[in-house]
């Protein structure tokens, strides 16, 4: 049940939310402060739910936003941008009957139940891509990531939508999830869809996108896993205690999210896969924990894993509090840190796991050039000091140095808040980075593009440029060179 709260107790990101995203076209950036680095060329492109309403109805929760696309280019001739919502089938049919016809994450589907019955028979998803998660910008398409389904293709500079994509590879509705990990000398993508059948889908494609290779492993149950893990030659899996109860949820008693239930007393299951062979080489089983994301992986020098990922105690507050976003003020406590963890990957076993950032943080990303590889960094966004868990949003970001111990952060100040960190390498010096985020400025109701030099978050940001219109907190999101 949604539960709506006075504006004035709002803090300030509720605004970032409040009205559906407009679009707009491309439209030159005026450069607030600082300049452009010279070295910064390419496109930033971002995904995240730019609609929460539809006629008088809000969404079940966040993750049912319908998909909107902010695109900016960073060129000789100054930064453009472009906003654009993913036209999926869903989208365009609600857009035209002026109100929600989809069950999804956290909504059933509207009307009398038959017709959520009707639609399953007659093989009609009663589901709605949202395709509202992330990007992956390959070289000749965008797409538009949703874990519960294929993804779409748009236009890399219109962000036009060509229609769903199955990658010369996916069958009808097979999930193809929001965090292909690729690697950054092979160009291969790796990625998973998690099916109702209990079958953890695993498919690696060329550079291109193409689906060249894909393996099913059959599971005990249906688990609820957002991302995972490449760490050298290897594709790794926590999957948590959560697991889905399906009756209800195909009935359409129950949304997906309601369906899915905490079990801690199973601990979080370990996989550990080939990603050559796309076969399993361990299996094992540690304490339970939830998480969405992790920062990266890699094999060291003594063969073990090591990765990273923010840990939550649980899933049912971290979900809770995202499901309240959408009325505007949230009010459970979801408190996340950054973990380390060293695996044997022959075993499945931990050999050593330890929090190593312990304020509350999400989203963590690393140099796209070191995914899978030994990284010495993970960028993270980060709740201020004075922050009220539970009650705001991001209002920093930071990077933690593993060799050093150290956290250096981007404090933005009062009514200020962030998305992920986005890393963008340098051109012309291979040396050196920036850190892009999208800010919304509460204090002066605008969103803005906020570009750091990655050595000195600590000091003000090189560049701050100017967005036309309010760009709601979004997921995910890519840094696609020139
Ligand atoms: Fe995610």
Known sequence: MTTTYPQSSQRAWAKAIAKSAKEFDLTPLPVLSGKIPEGLRGTLYRNGPGRLERGDRLVGHWFDGDGAILAVHFTDAGAKAIYRYVKTKGYLA???????????????????IWNHWLHLLTNNDPFKNTANTSVLALADKLLALWEGGNPHALDLQTLETKGLDNLKGLASNQPYSAHPKRDPQTGEIYNIGIDEKSTLNLYRSDRTGKIVQKAAVKLNDVPFLHSFVLAGQYLVFFIPPVRLNQLPMLLGLSSYCDALQWQPNKGTRILVVDRE??????????????QWHFGNGCVEADGSVRLDLVRFSDFTQTNEYLREVTTGQTHTPSFGTLWQVRLNPQTSKVIEMQQVVDRCCEFPVVQPQQLGQPWRYTYLALHRRSAEIGREWFGAISRFDYQTGTLSEADLGKNRYVVEPIYAADALNPERGWVLTVVYDGNAGRSEVWVFDERSLDEEPVCRLGLPEIIPISFHGNWKPD
Do not use: C, D, I
């Open 94 to 112: 609600e857009a035209k009957a002026g109100k929600f016809l989809y069950g999804n994450y956290g909504m059933t589907e509207p009307g009398p």
């Open 277 to 290: 062979t796309l076969e399993v080489v361990s299996r094992g089983e540690t304490e339970p924990w939830f």
